[in-house]
């Protein structure tokens, strides 16, 4: 059975990431991996993580890469001119990162890219996707995507799924209790970007086998 991976949010982490894939998952061409979204802000090397993603994508077919929180603040102050929500979530370490005093500066691969990044992704049993959904209409608003924190789901389109999402940091024993439960949300965001406590660690879960790789 081929492998399938999901990495949650990397916030600029480019040395836990490539540790994480190069050390750790080591992808094999069959493979399937899952990002789940925010490779921008609060960390400081955002470029390198996102010309990393693209060299994944051009490299593996079966890397997917989600939108998160992050990414949709960046592309709504690029195309309102409004950069107050983003500037109150980061957005100084990406614009330093790229070398830019404005998202509209970005180059076209870039805006390319995150224009194109995916709201949620399905697989099988399982749904990826940044934050959650909405419970009444789940794959069609899209706000509630990458920004909804939910811990059940009553609709029978999604209580019945596994769906795999970041965005809410828990600590590193939070998510193995989380995965050894077999809980069908599985939250793999162990904030990666924060040095407090018990935080500071990117992971990654391969869902046929339920192994959690740290980085």
């Known amino acids: 059975m081929n492998r399938l991976f999901a990495i949650g949010d990397i916030h600029g982490c480019y040395d836990q990431l490539r540790e994480l894939i190069e050390e750790k998952i080591r992808p094999q061409p069959d493979d399937m991996i899952i990002l789940l979204g925010d490779y921008i802000d609060r960390g400081y090397k955002v470029k390198e993580v996102t010309d990393y993603i693209i060299e994944l994508q051009n490299r593996h077919p079966g890397i997917r890469a989600l939108r998160g929180n992050h990414e949709q603040m960046m592309l709504e102050a690029i195309k309102t001119g409004d950069m107050t929500a983003w500037s ?112 500071g660690t990117l992971t990654a879960i391969e869902l046929n086998s339920r192994e959690l790789f740290f980085a």
Not at 132 to 150: A, H
């Open 88 to 199: 109150w979530n980061g957005a100084e370490t990406t614009l330093a990162s790229f070398r830019i005093s404005s998202p509209a500066y970005l180059e076209d691969k870039y805006l390319n890219f995150f224009e194109g990044l995916l709201w949620y992704f399905e697989f099988n049993e399982y749904l990826f996707v940044h934050a959650g959904f909405n419970d009444n209409d789940p794959f069609n608003d899209k706000w509630s995507m990458v920004w909804t924190r939910r811990e059940t789901y009553e609709n029978p389109l999604l209580n019945k799924r596994i769906i795999v999402h970041g965005h809410t940091p828990i600590t590193v024993d939070t998510c193995v209790q989380n995965v050894q439960s077999h809980n069908t949300l599985i939250n793999i965001d162990t904030g990666a970007v924060y040095r407090e406590a018990d935080y």
